[in-house]
């Protein structure tokens, strides 16, 4: 999987690909995101062989989360475990059972939209493997825990005995993933949901639209692919998702309890548009297009009707295909645009996702405009004034934060590291992993604060290997600031199971920067 992998990038590479030990064996359990209460107990393990069953509810979401488990132990540890429905049960022989039980809690206040209660509780004896959760998604949840608790070697394979009670702290966390300056197909799109998965993560906000390209077929305008769909970054990738590409990526995505948010960006980073429909291009500045990495100069004028008209037609598409309650409309960085006519963009945007039927989510700058308070606004721009931010927090709108100094993982981790950015400057591990999000914005409300998402921009970043080694580790760090308690937050913990968690994720395949905070096993220096 590294053979595209040449010049200063390849053998920086093939340098962290031979650190990688080759068969995983190891002796603790490295969860991450830590679990909100996780004790090992003196007890027995549970020795987990071929002939252990895993059984489940019989409805599909719970079958899935048992199949989960079973294809995480596989791949971990060879064995492979059977499925069976909760009535071949057979409780006096050793077990997995994935239980639902309880009633689901009651949505916290301020939460995303399609809530779903995902806490769940393990228990470990030498006889007995006990998922419980009140929903599917928790079991899912548990499963996620199930396959990263086990620890062994060889064939010899066992659960700890352990009490682990879990919930989310945020109801809200995702990954921002840019594919429209670099374009990435949909079987890497589905490993990218697969990661956020292992992390616990639920949200994929899909950038498709920038200045460099369009990525999602519109069936009404075919141009917008045709033409915006062949471009690219220099360097970068090009193609787009068809619609049933996309419909495929939102159907595996939601079976894995992940949201896909759409980003169509107006009024700014609209050069592909207007690049591909003539008639968008109300001021014929886009016969070329644009392969740079400028920001800020291009504009979508939907103060225009028949402008307006074109955009709310794609929208329409958009939400169509849509299987989850946002719209991402953008927003961000419209430097050739007026305020009036930035007010208006928003206003049109906001009420177009309305008119079909979802919530408009809009990067910072939307707060200064005229607003929905359904609108959800994501801070990305840690030097932006945040008094607009917060008084539209104030007046109920909620809030994700994306502060780049800690969250965009597609800074460079270090002065000499070969991808990436720096504008906001170096974001090592600590910097993903070292704050608490209530303390970012000075009176922003706290519990307007619905979410984390993690930004990934793709101007440098071209490859899926190049992608992974940005995303890991610095995304565990992200999902775990969005999903364990403040109280079970802790640096050196997290480092040593970024140890033992790297194994994993090497092993399917995702190759993991060396930060030099995290204790390698196998120190090459
Ligand atoms: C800022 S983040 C942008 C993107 C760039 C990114 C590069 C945001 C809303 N806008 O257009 O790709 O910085 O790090």
Redesign the pocket.
């Known amino acids: 999987m590294h053979s595209e992998a040449t010049g200063e990038w390849g053998s920086f590479l093939r340098l962290v690909s031979d650190t990688v030990i080759a068969v995983e064996s190891n002796v603790a359990p490295a969860l991450i995101p830590a679990p909100a209460s996780f004790e090992l107990a003196d007890g027995a393990p549970f020795m987990i062989t071929s002939a252990i069953r895993i059984i489940a509810p019989e409805d599909d979401a719970s079958t899935f989360a048992a199949n989960y488990l079973a294809d995480a132990l596989h791949s971990r540890t060879s064995l492979q475990l059977a499925v069976a429905a909760a009535a071949a049960s057979t409780p006096e022989a050793p077990e997995i059972r994935f239980e639902l039980a309880g009633t689901a809690k009651a949505a916290p206040e301020v939460a995303i939209d399609n809530w779903v209660d995902e806490s769940y509780e393990v228990t470990v004896t030498a006889t007995a493997v006990v998922a419980r959760a009140a929903t599917p998604v928790g079991l899912l949840r548990a499963a996620t825990t199930l396959g990263h608790l086990a620890v062994g070697a060889g064939e010899d394979w066992q659960f700890p005995a352990t009490t682990i009670k879990d919930a989310a702290r945020y109801t809200w966390r995702g990954l921002s993933m840019?594919i429209s300056?670099s374009f990435y197909p949909l079987p890497e799109l589905k490993q990218i949901v697969d990661l956020l998965v292992d992390l616990k993560l639920n949200v994929l906000h899909l950038h498709l639209t920038?200045d460099q390209g369009w990525r999602l077929e519109i069936k009404r305008y075919p141009e917008l692919t045709e033409i915006s769909g062949a471009t690219a970054v220099d360097g970068g990738r090009s193609g787009f998702l068809t619609q049933e590409d996309y419909k495929e990526l939102v159907a595996y995505a939601a079976q894995r309890h992940v949201t896909v948010i759409p980003e169509i960006d107006i009024p700014g980073?609209t050069h592909a548009i207007l690049h591909a429909i003539d008639a968008a291009d109300v001021d014929n500045k886009a016969p070329q297009p644009y392969t740079g990495v400028d920001?800020g100069f291009s504009e979508l004028r939907l103060d225009i009707p028949e402008v307006r008209q074109i955009f709310e037609n794609i929208i329409e598409e958009v939400a169509a295909i849509t299987a989850g309650p946002y719209i991402h409309i953008g927003g961000?960085?419209a430097l050739a645009t007026p305020d009036e006519r930035f007010n208006i963009a928003i206003d049109v945007a906001e009420r177009a996702a309305a008119k079909y039927g979802k919530i408009a989510v809009g990067?910072n700058e939307t707060a200064r405009a005229a607003q929905m308070r359904s609108t959800v606004v994501q801070q990305?721009?840690p030097r932006s004034k945040s008094a607009t931010l917060v008084s539209a927090a104030q007046r109920g709108n909620r809030v994700v934060l994306s502060p780049?100094n800690n969250v965009?993982l597609?800074?460079k981790y270090h002065a000499q590291y070969p991808l990436g950015?720096d504008?906001i400057g170096y974001v090592e591990l600590d910097s993903s992993y070292m704050w608490e999000p209530t303390e970012t914005i000075a009176g922003l409300p706290e519990q307007q604060i619905v979410g984390i998402e993690a930004?990934m921009?793709t101007?440098k970043i071209h490859t899926l290997d190049q992608l992974m080694t940005m995303l890991l580790p610095r995304l565990a760090a992200v999902a775990e600031i969005a999903w364990t308690p403040r109280s079970r937050v802790n640096w050196q913990r997290f480092l040593t199971d970024v140890a033992v968690a790297s194994q994993r994720w090497e092993a399917a395949g995702w190759p993991v920067f060396r930060s030099p905070h995290v204790p390698w096993p196998d120190s090459v220096d």
């Open positions: 840019d300056r920038d980073h920001v961000d960085e990067w990305w721009d780049a965009y597609d800074m950015q504008w930004g921009w101007e």
